[in-house]
């Protein structure tokens, strides 16, 4: 279980992240949304511990996280970050197996190798194993860093997984295919953790929602707890209609036309 | 894939062999590569017959052997801590000419040269070697600290603030050195020359004595650094999060690293482009998986020295060439091509 309790982070003068508060258990999938510069990245940075929050605390299965050696939240804990230059033409799978790093001294074991091949296929990837990982596409770079992530904690019980928009840059297929794996990780006891930016997709595969705006946690539910016109309106300023899909029964947004003026500029 | 880095290992190994046999023979007196065999068995206790001339024993012994082996171990410390350099930097093209580490090592060799000239006259010979070797090592480490510095924002070093840096602090540490060249005499500015320069001619027992554990140190370490060094290519904050001390690992690098180019430069020189040519090879050859490219850099280094100190003894003997005109002449063609070819993948 995660708790952050009153977290807040200052930068400056100013506060990106506001007090705030919210847990997560195992076999949940929480998703972040919130318009640009409302402090989903630095929240989610304070997680992976990239940034220490300036109050507050973050507690990770009844243990401050701060007290973890690097370690050892290496075992409990992967994060895919949102930018991944890679300057050195490692070949894909090598790529992969750093997600081993933590396991193994010197070489990797049988088991090591046999994960990262099993989450290569999960992920599509198996087919660039030999590939200079330099020559791929931006999708195809982000799904073998989206496989390095999830070698990691493979086979660590309630693990934390959390994701900087995983799915910008990728295509259609592969988004859905992404948050389907991230979901049904969820469903096998980790905690799952992402931000996003279409509401869609986040009402498609959240079991929970936290809203954020101007750093403050705006709203925290369900998708049909918060998913709704007004709220919409007020953490992203647009309009939009909200309908519930017959399918799933679960949300969804269509936003409305905006108009432009451009005459007043001339 | 493994057993074809094995190979590359032994390859490297006996080729080495091979190019310090026959660098023993070449020079003014010829010795045959069999009489070079001969006398080093006999050194080493396996051999007591005498069918070798006792001059041949004597060049080889006080000139020769003393100069190959200090090839060897300058190459051995300029091609792995180069590619160390370029593990931590995350960037195949910083070497540590280029980003002003040698220049650093070079004008601190220079001033404690003109400095225990005028302060400590008598200085004996190993300990003004260990001095000169710390000397270049400091001005080795102050650099690269400087601009590993000034490169990094937000945890993440920027490579074009980088070279930008490097040539700054080159620049800086050149008129420095210009400044004390002014100054200097004669015997100080031969021997200041003779560093900007690089050369293996003041090769003796005594320096090789004392570089020897600024080599082996960071050649036997480092190795074993490939994993972290590897990871450390997915960016700084992702290497942490693989649960690495990135702090810690980082200022082990920077200190093993400037060590070995430290030492290399205070007997040898700025001795270009060895840092960048060699592991770029070696990445050619096996991959980039730092785990090989560290110790085949430091055994390809030692290769490719001996080859160069090789040419230019005997290029236009008797006249001896800098082995830095030699390394750099071959370096740069070599440095352009990696920036034209590579030159839409860079991330600067």
Same mark, same amino acid.
């Given at each position: 279980?995660?708790?952050?309790?009153?977290?807040?982070?200052?930068?400056?003068?100013?506060?990106?992240?506001?007090?705030?508060?919210?847990?997560?258990?195992?076999?949940? &999938?929480?998703?972040?949304?919130?318009?640009?510069?409302?402090?989903?990245?630095?929240?989610?940075?304070?997680?992976?511990?990239?940034?220490?929050?300036?109050?507050?605390?973050?507690?990770?299965?009844?243990?401050?996280?701060?007290?973890?050696?690097?370690?050892?939240?290496?075992?409990?804990?992967?994060?895919?970050?949102?930018?991944?230059?890679?300057?050195?033409?490692? &070949?894909?799978?090598?790529?992969? &197996?750093?997600?081993?790093?933590?396991?193994?001294?010197?070489?990797?074991?049988?088991?090591?190798?046999?994960?990262?091949?099993?989450? &290569?296929?999960?992920?599509?990837?198996?087919?660039?194993?030999?590939?200079?990982?330099?020559?791929?596409?931006?999708?195809?770079?982000?799904?073998?860093?989206?496989?390095?992530?999830?070698?990691?904690?493979?086979?660590?019980?309630?693990?934390?997984?959390?994701?900087?928009?995983?799915?910008?840059?990728?295509?259609?297929?592969?988004?859905?295919?992404?948050?389907?794996?991230?979901?049904?990780?969820?469903?096998?006891?980790?905690?799952?953790?992402?931000?996003?930016?279409?509401?869609?997709?986040?009402?498609?595969?959240?079991?929970?929602?936290?809203?954020?705006?101007?750093?403050?946690?705006?709203?925290?539910?369900?998708?049909?707890?918060?998913?709704?016109?007004?709220?919409?309106?007020?953490?992203?300023?647009?309009?939009?209609?909200?309908?519930?899909?017959?399918?799933?029964?679960?949300?969804?947004?269509?936003?409305?036309?905006?108009?432009?003026?451009?005459?007043?500029?001339? | 894939?493994?057993?074809?880095?094995? #190979?590359?290992?032994?390859?490297?190994?006996?080729?080495?062999?091979?190019?310090?046999?026959?660098?023993?023979?070449?020079?003014?007196?010829?010795?045959?590569?069999?009489?070079?065999?001969?006398?080093?068995?006999?050194?080493?206790?396996?051999?007591?017959?005498?069918?070798?001339?006792?001059?041949?024993?004597?060049?080889?012994?006080?000139?020769?052997?003393?100069?190959?082996?200090?090839?060897?171990?300058?190459?051995?410390?300029?091609?792995?801590?180069?590619?160390?350099?370029?593990?931590?930097?995350?960037?195949?093209?910083?070497?540590?000419?280029?980003?002003?580490?040698?220049?650093?090592?070079?004008?601190?060799?220079?001033?404690?040269?003109?400095?225990?000239?005028?302060?400590?006259?008598?200085? #004996?010979?190993?300990?003004?070697?260990?001095?000169?070797?710390?000397?270049?090592?400091?001005?080795?480490?102050?650099?690269? =600290?400087?601009?590993?510095?000034?490169?990094?924002? $937000?945890?993440?070093?920027?490579?074009?603030?980088?070279?930008?840096?490097?040539?700054?602090?080159? #620049?800086?540490?050149?008129?420095?050195?210009?400044?004390?060249?002014?100054?200097?005499? $004669?015997?100080?500015?031969?021997?200041?020359?003779?560093? =900007?320069?690089? #050369?293996?001619?003041?090769?003796?027992?005594?320096?090789?004595?004392?570089?020897?554990?600024?080599?082996?140190?960071?050649?036997?370490?480092?190795?074993? =650094?490939?994993? /972290?060094?590897?990871?450390?290519?997915?960016?700084?904050?992702?290497?942490?999060?693989?649960?690495?001390?990135?702090?810690?690992?980082?200022?082990?690098?920077?200190?093993?690293?400037?060590?070995?180019?430290? /030492?290399?430069?205070?007997?040898?020189?700025?001795?270009?482009?060895?840092?960048?040519?060699?592991?770029?090879?070696?990445?050619?050859?096996?991959?980039?998986?730092?785990?090989?490219?560290?110790?085949?850099?430091?055994?390809?280094?030692?290769?490719?020295?001996?080859? /160069?100190?090789?040419?230019?003894?005997?290029?236009?003997?008797?006249?001896?060439?800098?082995?830095?005109?030699?390394?750099?002449?071959?370096?740069?063609?070599?440095?352009?091509?990696?920036?034209?070819?590579?030159?839409?993948?860079?991330?600067?």
């Amino acid at each position: 279980m995660l708790i952050a309790d009153h977290i807040s982070y200052e930068t400056g003068k100013r506060m990106l992240v506001k007090d705030v508060s919210f847990s997560i258990r195992p076999g949940e &999938m929480l998703v972040i949304l919130g318009a640009n510069g409302a402090g989903k990245s630095t929240l989610l940075r304070m997680l992976s511990g990239e940034r220490t929050p300036s109050k507050g605390s973050l507690t990770l299965h009844d243990k401050e996280v701060s007290h973890y050696s690097s370690p050892e939240l290496a075992l409990k804990r992967a994060v895919l970050n949102q930018q991944n230059i890679v300057n050195m033409a490692f &070949m894909a799978q090598e790529i992969v &197996m750093m997600g081993r790093y933590p396991h193994y001294q010197n070489n990797p074991s049988a088991k090591d190798r046999e994960i990262c091949e099993e989450v &290569m296929k999960l992920t599509g990837t198996t087919h660039l194993a030999e590939r200079s990982y330099l020559s791929l596409s931006g999708g195809e770079q982000q799904r073998v860093q989206l496989s390095r992530i999830l070698v990691q904690i493979w086979d660590i019980p309630n693990a934390l997984l959390l994701m900087d928009e995983p799915v910008s840059g990728l295509d259609l297929q592969y988004q859905q295919q992404t948050l389907a794996i991230a979901k049904a990780l969820s469903k096998r006891g980790f905690m799952v953790i992402s931000i996003l930016h279409d509401i869609n997709l986040a009402a498609q595969y959240a079991d929970r929602i936290l809203m954020l705006k101007n750093g403050r946690k705006w709203y925290d539910g369900t998708a049909s707890e918060v998913l709704n016109t007004k709220n919409i309106y007020e953490v992203f300023e647009i309009d939009s209609d909200v309908f519930t899909n017959p399918k799933t029964l679960k949300p969804f947004f269509i936003p409305k036309n905006t108009t432009v003026n451009l005459s007043s500029l001339s | 894939m493994v057993i074809q880095k094995v #190979s590359l290992y032994v390859l490297l190994t006996i080729a080495l062999f091979l190019a310090a046999a026959f660098s023993l023979g070449l020079g003014a007196v010829k010795i045959p590569v069999i009489d070079v065999m001969i006398i080093l068995a006999k050194k080493i206790g396996f051999f007591s017959g005498s069918s070798v001339s006792i001059q041949h024993e004597g060049v080889l012994n006080i000139v020769r052997l003393p100069r190959v082996v200090l090839g060897i171990l300058v190459g051995a410390a300029l091609g792995i801590s180069g590619a160390a350099i370029q593990g931590i930097f995350r960037n195949p093209l910083a070497e540590p000419g280029l980003i002003g580490i040698s220049a650093g090592a070079s004008l601190m060799a220079v001033i404690v040269i003109v400095l225990e000239m005028a302060l400590f006259v008598g200085l #004996s010979n190993l300990l003004g070697y260990y001095l000169l070797a710390f000397g270049a090592f400091a001005g080795a480490g102050i650099a690269a =600290m400087v601009v590993y510095q000034i490169s990094r924002t $937000d945890g993440k070093s920027n490579v074009a603030t980088m070279l930008l840096a490097g040539i700054a602090i080159n #620049s800086l540490a050149g008129a420095l050195t210009g400044l004390i060249t002014y100054m200097a005499d $004669d015997q100080q500015l031969r021997n200041i020359t003779f560093w =900007m320069l690089g #050369s293996l001619a003041g090769a003796t027992w005594e320096t090789v004595l004392a570089i020897t554990p600024f080599v082996l140190l960071p050649v036997l370490i480092l190795p074993h =650094m490939g994993k /972290a060094l590897n990871a450390f290519a997915l960016g700084e904050t992702q290497a942490n999060q693989l649960g690495l001390r990135i702090n810690r690992i980082k200022r082990n690098v920077v200190i093993l690293s400037t060590m070995a180019v430290g /030492a290399a430069v205070a007997v040898s020189g700025i001795i270009g482009f060895v840092g960048l040519l060699v592991p770029h090879t070696i990445r050619l050859l096996v991959g980039v998986d730092n785990k090989y490219v560290l110790p085949a850099s430091a055994l390809m280094g030692a290769l490719m020295l001996t080859l /160069a100190d090789m040419l230019c003894r005997t290029i236009i003997a008797p006249i001896e060439l800098p082995i830095g005109v030699i390394t750099a002449l071959l370096g740069t063609p070599l440095f352009l091509y990696i920036l034209i070819k590579d030159k839409k993948k860079l991330t600067l």
